[in-house]
């Protein structure tokens, strides 16, 4: 790598020059950006976040497009690692002249791509949870998802109000994993819980039995766990073999909800573990309002989404794109732009609670609404949203299992005032 | 990619960690641009954090290149095969990958780091790409002409030929341990620089970066490229980049198969790579070597010019300019040579003969340094030797040629002999960066006394010939006209006849008559008696690696404990 | 205490996986001089071949002899198709690396292009443990040891008592030496190869059962490890790779209970390099492969 990047780094620049400023206004269809990695080891990320996107595109075209204009989603490839994601983003900046909004913008690349999308004054809605953007001044930033740490907090909370008090602490050396761990270290003992052992461990090795060993040893009630899925599936088929065949429940993170996961994890210890002792905490939002109902009916009726359907309507990160995509839509209709600088004030003012206002739930009916001169919010998939003034909005947090066929349902619900107060 | 041409191609030093090299340039960048961490906000952690400017940065990237890429260097100097380096050099860089993606407190672990400063954001009213593109072209062009500099002139060719053979190299007097560091911290200085570079442009580095299995696209280019060949790396670059990875994206997608767009171009990667290795090794744009115009005739045609004054402390030594005092080399359980004693005298031919496995070539290879001696004692010139590198005593003027031949392939016939000459003024660091001036024209005096040697060998017409096509017997009298070249005072021939024409043996015959007059002396190993009795006053007999007998042939011959040897050998 | 003698244990186990694979690697070598990457990805194949042969109903115990056999065939393939032609090629040591690397690329994309990225598993290994000397294993680990020293014994007996086995030590030893006393060198070299990758592929299932969960990566990671077993004994000495694969395999083991588990893989890397740089013959290799180690 590296070297064999110049070449594609430098056209990307040029071409980047060149067509700066070379984009006009009129009523072509309007992009949304979706970055987030489409290929290497994380592929399957890019389908859960990019599934929202065409859900979203397909209500909105469906309630006559942004100002009569149609929407249409562009993936652009992150691929995890940041030295192609900045070729790859400065590219698609440069030669989509519609960009008008972006979404996804996950943890692996955010940090370089993020100050991409911010100079090229596009308003973007990132699931990521990198703690570096908890204070961000940047003015085209806004972030419905918690951040890793307040996560972190939640994984203990949850233990907690399951009764454990001997975590042990077993969390894979990556980058999504390690962000977890402040919060979670620094909640532990306000919650009254002792962890009996932390670890780090590599990835994908051909044995854990010595670190298992370590573990079984300290005798946790539970795991709090965070590994890709074929470590964890490694990992405690070593665990389960050492233990007497028997394993402690687990919390992990809503990441781990893949059908990845599950089939790695139920292969190598049985479904039945899976099913019953696995809580993956995360973003939480209410499954029975009507938001949610457009929402999940609509990804059902996708067929290019239908397949992972279940998946995504469980886990926080593709309802939150979801929102932010509809929350820019609308904010575009009340600025009567898609320009970034002149509907980027309005984002606020679409969610935000305002006397006479009217509540929506979806994009047709917000469209509506303001076309009649009314001033509108917006209450979606993830409830009522209010921004601090570093554009982020950290809302509740749920547990959740798996069901026997892959899916999963919500076990319990952690509200984000509880959270925050653990984290200090 | 330069910098990886010329560790890999020029230099023949498989650097799979080379990946390494670039990711010091990255981190060592970022971490001098980046301010303190809790004041970027305490979400990573790092050393240092010291907010310099763009150049200072810069500058210490590459110097952290070049110290990097020494130290890998030194591993890999241990004399192992190239694969064993190879392998060497992989590991390297796996460990220093799983290190770093380890700890946390130096570079921030796993999550590596981010927000690192680019050198042109603070810069106001500048936000398109333009500058920086300027400045990634200039530092572009400066390494291009600075490469050209190291790749063309003698120093080059110097690395090429340790490249080729480094035992021939040490025996012309190359330090080879020398031109090894000096090529890994070149090729370090790049790649630290294009890390540098690199990391500024996207703003953040993590291990994920700098895999090794990115390594391969790196030298796939190199091969498909072409080895040694600077347009090569370029036109490699280009075909792996463009073609290769970027062209799998435009391929269609196949929903069922999400990963097989990616697997189809990483297939192809290897499939090109064995199938250049295997129908064209030397890639697209071959090592061109250059062709000398004619602007130096050759001198003394037919005749060797002077050769260098007698040695600077007169009479040290006497009468011997080589003694041998019972030299011992085992290997294993065997002495190869055990206890022999012979002194070769000032401006003799003498002849050292024996049955095979006597341990003649042996005794070659302990007395010029490249065995270490088991017992004993070597004085040349009335200096102890003994145990020293072969390449010091080449340039004292002690050069040895070998039983087989052994030339720089990769380099023309004339190069073969230029490369040879000691004290070339363009292997230097000054040399390198003055570039033609500061050398040229010694380089022309060089040319006429190489073209001197081949028309008397009545080699002219191949001069710009790569030496891999040459006949076998032409390969053993480039060797002899190569240790010539160094201008030697003693020299130390392996079987100098074997394979040679008739003519060209009567040719060499001639000349060492010829130099042995102007002071030259001469060990001669030699299975055909007759030219050692033609050419040698005095001739040492071993056998079980013993001198069993000395003195001159005529006598030799009827004494009973050399027939023996001879007949029972 | 009770996690370093349970650690020996479990390096113990490891190391009967890593010999399998180390005493392969190491024959192949010491008789052929072709550092061959590719044969961790020919680990791999052995593992997804179990894989499929288990989807048709065939236990994992069942579908190692015969995943041995085909990756045994796989590997004499690759030596007569690319291996034998490149060196006739006079393809140096280094280019034969590369070569090998590109062709372990190809092996592992084209098993992702079948069976895609996603891990994959043999099932649920049985939850019985034993105790041995106050180590703890697993049965599945101990069969495994078992299955190992079974192979060795085996590998040992071929080598000693058969002709073939005579053959093939000569032919390592100095191959033309062998040759003039009329060895068929190049059967010699075929049979190396299919007994090699046999080995190669009884590893690989071995792997696959003992990391329970894997994908294409499985066989390179395992690489490094089977090399400095191999190096460490001795490159061409089977009993060598046998013994240095149980080094390996404990002082890995080891640091990961005493130390922090995210250097556990370091510690093979270490010795390879200290190996590698300071004793390249192995603790116990002959002073011929000194000879040929060295430029």
């Known amino acids: ?424 | 990619m330069w910098g990886l041409n010329l560790q890999f191609g020029v230099g023949g030093v498989a650097n799979l960690a080379y990946v390494v090299v670039v990711a010091a340039g990255a981190y060592t960048y970022a971490v001098l641009t980046l301010g303190p961490p809790a004041a970027s906000g305490g979400f990573q952690h790092y050393v240092l954090g010291l907010r310099l400017p763009f150049p200072v940065a810069l500058a210490s990237a590459g110097l952290a290149g070049g110290v990097t890429g020494v130290l890998i260097g030194v591993t890999g100097l241990k004399r192992l095969r190239q694969d064993y380096q190879a392998m060497v050099m992989l590991v390297v860089s796996l460990m220093a990958g799983t290190v770093v993606a380890a700890d946390t407190g130096l570079f921030n672990g796993n999550a590596g780091l981010s927000l690192i400063p680019n050198p042109i954001s603070g810069v106001s009213g500048m936000t398109s790409g333009w500058p920086y593109v300027g400045i990634v072209a200039a530092c572009c062009l400066i390494g291009f002409v600075v490469l050209r500099r190291f790749t063309t002139g003698p120093m080059g060719r110097a690395l090429r030929a340790v490249r080729d053979d480094e035992t021939a190299a040490a025996a012309i007097g190359k330090d080879v341990v020398r031109l090894r560091l000096v090529v890994q911290a070149a090729g370090g200085v790049f790649a630290g620089l294009s890390g540098a570079l690199l990391v500024a442009f996207i703003g953040g580095w993590s291990p994920a970066a700098w895999a090794p299995v990115e390594t391969l696209a790196l030298l796939t280019a190199v091969i498909v490229g072409g080895m040694g060949s600077d347009a090569g790396a370029t036109v490699g670059t280009l075909v792996v980049t463009v073609l290769l990875l970027q062209g799998v994206q435009f391929l269609p997608e196949i929903r069922s198969h999400p990963g097989l767009k990616e697997a189809l171009g990483w297939m192809t990667l290897g499939a090109v790579t064995i199938a250049f290795i295997w129908v064209r090794p030397q890639g697209i744009v071959p090592e061109r070597r250059p062709r000398h115009g004619r602007e130096a005739p050759p001198t003394h045609v037919g005749r060797i010019e002077p050769l260098p004054p007698p040695a600077s402390r007169p009479g040290a030594g006497g009468e011997a300019i080589l003694e041998v005092e019972r030299l011992v080399r085992r290997f294993g359980g065997v002495a190869a040579v055990d206890g022999a004693s012979f002194t070769v005298r000032r401006g003799s031919i003498t002849g050292l003969i024996g049955p095979n496995g006597a341990g003649k070539s042996t005794a070659l290879s302990v007395i010029s340094g490249f065995l270490e001696p088991g017992g004993g004692a070597v004085r040349f010139d009335g200096a102890d030797v003994t145990g020293r590198p072969a390449h010091e005593l080449a340039r004292r003027g002690l050069v040895r040629t070998f039983q087989l031949a052994r030339e720089f392939r990769g380099l023309t016939t004339l190069e073969n002999l230029l490369v040879a000459a000691p004290g070339q003024r363009g292997e230097g660091a000054p040399g390198v960066l003055a570039g033609r001036r500061y050398w040229g024209g010694q380089e022309r005096e060089l040319v006429a006394r190489a073209r001197g040697l081949l028309a008397m060998f009545g080699m002219a017409d191949r001069e710009d010939e790569p030496a891999r096509n040459l006949s076998g017997g032409q390969k053993r009298a480039l060797e002899v006209m190569r240790a010539l070249m160094t201008r030697p005072r003693l020299l130390l021939l392996d079987e100098p006849m074997a394979g040679l024409s008739p003519r060209l043996a009567e040719r060499l015959e001639e000349v060492l008559l010829q130099l042995q007059r102007q002071g030259l002396s001469v060990l001669l190993v030699e299975h055909e008696l007759d030219v050692v009795d033609r050419l040698c006053e005095q001739v040492v007999v071993m056998a079980q690696g013993r001198v069993i007998s000395t003195g001159r042939m005529a006598e030799l011959r009827t004494r009973r404990e050399v027939q023996d040897a001879y007949v029972l050998g | 205490m009770h996690l370093l003698v349970d650690a020996v244990g479990f390096g113990i186990a490891a190391g009967a996986v890593i010999a399998i694979g180390a005493v392969g690697f190491s024959l192949q070598f010491g008789m052929s001089n072709v550092l061959n990457i590719t044969y961790g990805a020919l680990m791999t194949l052995a593992a997804y071949l179990g894989l499929f042969l288990l989807g048709r109903g065939l236990s994992a115990w069942a579908a190692m002899p015969l995943c041995a056999a085909l990756v045994g065939l796989a590997s004499v393939g690759f030596r007569r198709l690319v291996v034998a032609p490149l060196r006739r090629r006079g393809t140096g040591a280094l280019g034969m690396v590369i070569v090998t690397v590109s062709a372990g690329i190809i092996v592992e994309y084209a098993i992702v292009a079948v069976a895609g990225t996603a891990a994959q598993s043999y099932g649920r290994q049985s939850g019985a443990t034993l105790h041995l000397l106050g180590m703890t294993l697993t049965a599945g680990q101990v069969a495994i040891i078992l299955i190992a020293a079974g192979l060795m014994l085996g590998l040992h007996l071929l080598l000693t008592r058969t002709t073939l086995g005579r053959a093939m030590r000569a032919t390592a030893a100095n191959p033309t030496l062998a040759r003039s006393c009329g060895i068929a060198t190049e059967r010699v070299g075929d049979a190396a190869w299919l007994l090699s990758g046999g080995l190669c592929g009884a590893a690989g299932v071995a792997l696959a059962l003992t990391t329970v969960s894997f994908d294409f990566t499985l066989g390179s990671v395992f690489l490094i490890p089977m090399i400095a077993a191999a190096v460490l004994g001795g490159i061409g000495q089977p009993y060598g790779a046998m013994l240095g694969a149980l080094v390996v395999g404990i002082a890995s083991e080891v640091a990961g209970a005493l130390w922090d588990p995210a250097y556990k893989d370091v510690v093979a890397f270490l010795i390879l390099i200290v190996m590698l740089l300071v004793r390249p013959r192995g603790l116990f290799g002959a002073a011929w492969s000194a000879r040929r180690l060295l430029a």
């Open chain 1, 1 to 424: 790598m590296v070297r064999k990047r110049w070449p594609a780094a430098a056209v990307a620049l040029l071409v980047a020059a060149a067509c700066q400023g070379g984009t006009s206004g009129g009523a072509p269809p309007v992009q949304i950006g979706v970055v987030a990695p489409f290929s290497g080891p994380d592929a399957q990320f890019g389908k859960l976040l990019s599934a929202p996107c065409i859900v979203a595109s397909r209500l909105i075209d469906a309630a006559g497009g942004i100002m009569g204009a149609s929407v249409s989603c562009l993936s652009i490839d992150d691929t995890g690692d940041p030295a192609d994601a900045v070729p790859n983003v400065t590219r698609a900046l440069a030669t989509s002249g519609n960009l008008r909004m972006v979404v996804g913008l996950e943890s692996q690349t955010a940090a370089t791509t993020i100050p991409l999308v911010e100079k090229a004054k596009i308003p973007f809605f990132t699931a990521n949870g990198l703690d570096a953007f908890d204070r961000t001044t940047d003015r085209f930033f806004w972030r419905m998802t918690a951040p890793d740490s307040a996560n972190g907090v939640a994984f203990a909370l949850w233990a907690s109000r399951k009764g454990y008090r001997r975590p042990a602490i077993v969390f894979e050396n990556n980058i999504g994993a390690e962000g977890n761990l402040p919060g979670l270290q620094a909640a532990m003992p306000r919650l009254g819980q002792t962890a009996v052992i932390d670890l780090t461990i590599p990835g994908d090795a051909a044995s854990y039995s010595s670190v298992v060993d370590r573990v079984v040893a300290a005798r946790p009630d539970v795991l709090v766990f965070s590994a890709d899925p074929q470590t964890a599936a490694t990992f405690l088929s070593q665990y389960s073999q050492l233990n007497g065949g028997s394993l402690p429940p687990m919390v992990t993170a809503t990441d781990s909800l893949t059908p990845d996961f599950f089939n790695a994890v139920a292969k190598a210890v049985g479904v039945q573990y899976v099913t019953r002792s696995i809580y993956l905490v995360g973003s939480y939002f209410d499954n029975t309002t009507p938001a949610f109902a457009t929402y999940a009916r609509t990804m059902s009726s996708t067929p290019a989404v239908k397949g992972i359907a279940r998946t995504i309507l469980s886990i926080g990160p593709p309802a939150s794109i979801y929102d932010g995509i509809n929350i820019m839509a609308l904010a575009m209709e009340m600025a009567k732009s898609t320009s970034g600088p002149a509907y980027d004030a309005d984002i606020t003012r679409v969610v935000s609670p305002r006397s006479g206002a009217v509540v929506v739930h979806d994009f047709a009916a917000g469209k509506k609404a303001i076309e009649s001169g009314k001033s509108v919010r917006y209450v979606g998939v993830i409830g009522p949203v209010t921004f601090n003034r570093y554009h982020n909005f950290a809302g509740e947090f749920a547990a959740n299992m798996f069901n026997p066929d892959g899916t999963s349902h919500q076990v319990g619900v952690m509200s984000g005032a509880d959270v925050q107060s653990y984290l200090g």
